[in-house]
């Protein structure tokens, strides 16, 4: 059971679900997604899970512009502040792990610990660059239908979308509920974020990084050397999934995340 709460940061309402009672884990979802994604709301007892619909995203408020990593950064500081936790085990998918970047960036003393599901810490190429800007096209022009006729077949892996056509139909339905405006400012803010790799090695919060073993936007073989560069840094991968691989295989993904978070003081 969780509730909704409503929270203001900035020039937006945000939607945050709360579950559970304990120290703060913060759940901050992938691109074009939203908080549920996070079957962790229900399975990560003795916690306190908070997971927010990103402005733009699920049932916070559409901004018309003004989408900048930094802006989504404070964003979740305001969430944490409005539940009163002073720190947070930091847990992002994709996106959401390029948010934490910035997060730990700007403000390091709210970061407990750090789960980086599925992401990578480069910035985008000149080619991705204008890989966003074509999307954000697509979406304007053709509508967020056709994004996720784009995206889903990537979002999960090859076993679920065998195996599991329900599942890939609930991805569907998310990202075809995302408003554009917000998969446009999303897209922006992706394409102008900053490389976090140089300052990798300056991670001084414990670090799990998580990856499906078929994600094929963020391959282990992508994900990996982020291990090698965050001092202690552990490292698991989710057989039989995707680029989603807490929704995908929530079981194995909970016990790689109860396992990181027992260690933590
Ligand atoms: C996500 O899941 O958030 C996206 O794959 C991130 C991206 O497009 O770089």
Redesign the pocket.
Known sequence: MNSIEKVKAGDAHLAVAVAGTGAALLLVH??P?DRTMWRQLEGTDGWMRIAPDLRGAGQSDVPASGYTMTRYADDLVAVLDALGARRAVCCG????G?ILFELWRRYPERIRALILC?TKSEADTAEGKRGRDELAATARDAGVGAVAERLVPK?VGRTTRAENPALVETVRTMVQRSPVAGVVGALQA?RDRADATPRLVEVAVPTLIVVGAEDE??PPAVVRPMVDRIPGARYAEIPGAG?LAPLERPGPFNSAVAEFLSILE
């Open positions: 992938g691109f997604l998918l994709s996106m959401g390029y599925d979002l992706m936007l963020t680029h």
